[in-house]
């Protein structure tokens, strides 16, 4: 994981942000690239709901815009001179999903928040959602109060088969053969598809021992997650951006804030 994309929002989980893009790089001996969208003002009248800005309103909103901008954009600078890994600063025109994502190419993750929107100027229409089904790399996304990264923890895959899931276990490749534990839960039968035991052998052959476990397909899933990922200690959740629907379903779904009130879990998601 070389390059490493990490979207700049100016929110809470920032600094989350910063902190485990820097444990990655310096794991993988990687560069960082921040990634600041600036989305176009959303044209609609605080004062009267419904009518176009004034040229007066839209002038304050886009100066105010602006600086908010420079400064989150000056105190990740000012953070970074103190830190011993390559970087920069990309300021990327357009919606915030749409410049995350068409900045997501040439890298090999991007760093986001479980947290779907972290700033004022951010669109109503989900960011994580938006960027996991979208990215062309894998997505890592953290909770707002993470302490960093281990990039060298333990890890735990949801599998289902898919190719979904296949696809984040091969976008997790690198973390996992650093990880000092890698185990793997399967929700419900996997039909016509490969199983842990594929798995398994699968992440044998690049040197990665699993330990897998299956559960039945009902009651909450998370909470099956959740248990699993604490009995080993895990700080890594690998699954699929699509694929077993109700296990996508915690964390882009209903069962969201669960998993946000109870976990430490980092996500990485693949498609």
């Not at 690198?174 to 594929?198: M, N, T, Y």
Request: with cysteine; glycine share 8%; hydrophobic share 45%.
């Amino acid at each position: 994981m070389k390059s490493i994309l990490v979207h700049v929002s100016g929110g809470p989980g920032q600094n989350t942000r910063i902190e485990a893009a820097l444990d990655i790089a310096r794991a993988f001996s990687g560069h960082i690239t921040f990634c600041q969208p600036a989305p176009p003002p959303i044209i609609v009248s605080s004062v009267s709901p419904g009518s176009l800005w004034s040229a007066v309103e839209f002038e304050d909103y886009a100066s105010k815009t602006e600086k908010v901008r420079a400064d989150v954009r000056s105190a990740i600078e000012d953070k970074m001179a103190g830190e011993d890994v390559p970087w920069d600063f990309q300021t990327v025109e357009g919606f915030t999903q749409d410049a995350f994502v068409s900045q997501t190419g040439l890298v090999d993750l991007a760093v986001t928040s479980l947290e779907e929107a972290d700033s004022p100027f951010e669109t109503a229409e989900p960011f994580l959602s938006q960027v996991v089904v979208r990215a062309s790399c894998p997505v890592l996304a953290l909770p707002e109060k993470a302490d960093g990264f281990n990039a060298f923890g333990r890890v735990l895959i949801a599998w289902d088969g898919s190719m979904e899931a296949a696809a984040a276990v091969k976008g997790a490749l690198p973390l996992l053969k650093k990880a000092e534990d890698v185990a793997a839960l399967s929700v419900g039968e996997i039909i016509a598809r490969p199983g842990l035991d594929s798995l398994g052998q699968y992440l044998s052959r690049h040197g990665i021992s699993v330990t897998n476990d299956s559960v039945p397909d009902k009651g909450h899933i998370s909470d099956r997650l959740l248990e699993t990922g604490r009995s080993i200690g895990a700080n890594l959740l690998v699954m699929g951006a699509f694929g077993h629907s109700r296990l996508v379903q915690f964390i882009l779904g209903g069962e969201t804030e669960r998993m946000l009130k109870q976990s430490q879990m980092a996500v990485l998601f693949g498609r």
